[in-house]
């Protein structure tokens, strides 16, 4: 979501780092519409390409309380995902596996252009353990309530009744994993023949 997006540029920009590497944040536009804007930048980048050493992804954050778990869409097509079991366990976070599979939602947004041109990139999504919350909340609330009546939907907007430690949870994981790259010369790689898909 773009403030998650933006509470991480504001942070970063506040903390004045010096740091090894440049931070990029992106905001495309025409996702619904074949990731129109992602494919844009990422064929005409203001970083190359060879200098862009990952991507993280908010697409959809998670506003229905905070999880002992989060998934990282994407997670075993690059190192990223280590790299984010690492700084998820320093969060007292596991990683669990992408909950829809057979949706194919790894390639139904932004970071697909990223990786398409070998650019490992992931999507920063919920977990499935909410704390608090019955075992089967995910599958009821999420999958039920939400993907499957609202998602794309009328309804699917902004609701007072929404949650956001989270959304804060996602974030904070994320910037670990950026503080991380950004202040080593680690790059993560491809695992899949060079393909990041």
């Not at 190192?79 to 990683?95: A, D, R, T």
């Not at 990139?121 to 609202?150: A, H, L, M, R, T």
């Not at 699917?156 to 503080?179: H, N, P, R, T």
Request: net charge negative; hydrophobic share 40%.
């Amino acid at each position: 979501m773009r403030e998650q997006v933006l509470a991480l540029a504001e942070c970063f920009a506040k903390a004045a780092l010096s740091l090894n590497r440049t931070l990029l944040f992106l905001f495309p536009t025409a996702e619904e519409s074949g990731l129109l804007g992602s494919a844009y930048y990422a064929n005409h980048p203001f970083i190359s390409m060879n200098n862009t050493i990952s991507v993280i992804n908010f697409d959809i954050a998670n506003l229905w309380g905070a999880t002992r778990d989060i998934s990282i869409l994407g997670q075993s097509y690059s190192e990223l995902g280590s790299v984010f079991e690492v700084y998820g366990k320093e969060n007292n976070m596991s990683l669990s596996p992408d909950p829809f599979p057979s949706a194919g939602f790894f390639f139904r947004s932004d970071h697909l252009s990223f990786a398409k041109l070998g650019v490992p990139g992931v999507w920063v999504f919920c977990g499935k353990s909410f704390i608090g919350q019955p075992p089967d909340f995910f599958q009821k609330v999420i999958v039920e309530g939400y993907y499957n009546k609202c998602y794309h939907q009328p309804c699917d907007s902004l609701d007072a009744k929404f949650l956001y430690e989270g959304a804060i949870q996602q974030a904070q994981v994320s910037a670990a994993v950026a503080y991380g790259l950004l202040a080593t010369s680690y790059t993560p790689s491809c695992l899949n023949h060079g393909k990041c898909m």
